[in-house]
């Protein structure tokens, strides 16, 4: 009787799919602050390549030097892709996660074990990174275009030119190049994240402290 009373009056649940989007829609938010931060991480990570000198001597020197030579715009090449590699990693990952935690749920309703949550968290990373990953290719492409040569320069327009391009110059396979090792990251990185994640809030309601509230699971 006092579930009942608590839940009464309670908004009803959030559909799955408005959850999704709400989940890759603040990772999408996060790109565009997160994003010149990005784009040094790769060129730095990219300077000296072929034996040559390294151009960037720590994060800043990376971002004025970007800044002076590109411009407000260069510290932001590539954030397009950026937004599509969340609007596809981000929202799948987060949708196999929760289809499979109700999935796995006890016939008590009950939810899976710590084990079982990282197992979800895997499966959820790995199909994520999968899906990410020809956004993944584009963006790392578009972040070290401005550190080439002029007459080797790539040029993509935006994410979607970048796709195509590289479908049509070099074949589809290529836009899930490097796919393994992202793969196996992701999983390492959900299992403990979202299942740490699931297993904190589940402690927590426990407790009595927190009323746990279906419209917002």
């Given at each position: 009787?006092?579930?009942?009373?608590?839940?009464?009056?309670?908004?009803?649940?959030?559909?799955?799919?408005?959850?999704?989007?709400?989940?890759?829609?603040?990772?999408?938010?996060?790109?565009?602050?997160?994003?010149?931060?990005?784009?040094?991480?790769?060129?730095?990570?990219?300077?000296?390549?072929?034996?040559?000198?390294?151009?960037?001597?720590?994060?800043?020197?990376?971002?004025?030097?970007?800044?002076?030579?590109?411009?407000?715009?260069?510290?932001?090449?590539?954030?397009?892709a950026g937004l599509l590699r969340?609007?596809?990693?981000?929202?799948?990952?987060?949708?196999?996660?929760?289809?499979?935690?109700?999935?796995?749920?006890?016939?008590?309703?009950?939810?899976?074990?710590?084990?079982?949550?990282?197992?979800?968290?895997?499966?959820?990373?790995?199909?994520?990174?999968?899906?990410?990953?020809?956004?993944?290719?584009?963006?790392?492409?578009?972040?070290?275009?401005?550190?080439?040569?002029?007459?080797?320069?790539?040029?993509?327009?935006?994410?979607?030119?970048?796709?195509?391009?590289?479908?049509?110059?070099?074949?589809?396979?290529?836009?899930w190049r490097g796919c393994g090792?992202?793969?196996?990251?992701?999983?390492?990185?959900?299992?403990?994240?979202?299942?740490?994640?699931?297993?904190?809030?589940?402690?927590?309601?426990?407790?009595?402290?927190?009323?746990?509230?279906?419209?917002?699971?």
């Open positions: 009787m006092g579930e009942n009373n608590s839940n009464e009056g309670a908004p009803p649940p959030i559909p799955n799919g408005i959850k999704f989007l709400f989940g890759g829609s603040a990772g999408m938010l996060a790109t565009c602050v997160v994003q010149p931060l990005d784009l040094v991480k790769n060129r730095m990570q990219l300077s000296g390549e072929g034996g040559g000198g390294k151009q960037y001597k720590t994060s800043f020197h990376a971002i004025s030097t970007i800044l002076r030579n590109e411009g407000v715009i260069g510290i932001y090449s590539g954030l397009s969340q609007a596809t990693y981000t929202t799948t990952r987060l949708g196999i996660y929760t289809w499979l935690f109700d999935t796995f749920r006890g016939k008590d309703g009950s939810a899976p074990n710590f084990f079982m949550k990282a197992g979800i968290g895997m499966a959820a990373g790995a199909t994520g990174a999968f899906v990410g990953t020809p956004a993944e290719i584009s963006l790392i492409r578009m972040c070290a275009d401005g550190r080439l040569p002029v007459a080797e320069q790539r040029n993509y327009k935006n994410v979607f030119d970048a796709l195509i391009r590289i479908t049509k110059e070099e074949g589809i396979i290529t836009l090792p992202t793969v196996m990251r992701a999983m390492v990185v959900n299992a403990a994240q979202l299942a740490s994640y699931s297993q904190a809030k589940q402690f927590l309601i426990g407790t009595g402290t927190y009323r746990y509230n279906e419209s917002t699971r």
